[in-house]
């Protein structure tokens, strides 16, 4: 019913940016919160940030570097992401909630791959 895809990830070297995106497609009423989570391999899946309408939450590890922004005429959720660090490395999923005409559920991307590395 509601699909979300990302872009933009790649091979970056530290200090470098990237502007992940995620756009939604299909049966969408509204979209509430969306989302960027990140997974390292063995890893837990993370929390990168958030935002619900203006209101924006980064985790500690990002705050100052990142910025989450949404396009809602587009469905689509942006992450500039600045001074990049090997640390950053990992799976990058989007994440949105989405309010159909039946039903609120929070849907996921496939991810996308980020590489810090020199």
């Known amino acids: 019913q509601v699909h979300l895809v990302e872009s933009g990830g790649g091979l970056v070297h530290p200090g470098g940016s990237l502007r992940l995106s995620c756009a939604a497609s299909?049966?969408?009423?509204?979209?509430?919160?969306m989302g960027w989570y990140r997974q390292a391999p063995g890893k837990q899946r993370d929390l990168v940030a958030s935002?619900?309408?203006?209101?924006?939450n980064y985790s500690d590890s990002v705050k100052g570097r990142f910025t989450i922004s949404r396009d809602n005429a587009k469905n689509t959720v942006l992450l500039q992401m600045n001074s990049l660090k090997p640390e950053d490395t990992g799976r990058y999923y989007c994440?949105?909630?989405?309010?159909?005409?039946?039903?609120?559920?929070?849907?996921w991307g496939q991810g996308t791959q980020v590489y810090v590395s020199s």
């Open positions: 299909g049966s969408i009423f509204r979209i509430d919160s």
């Open positions: 994440t949105m909630t989405v309010r159909t005409t039946v039903s609120r559920y929070p849907y």
């Open positions: 935002i619900t309408n203006n209101s924006t």
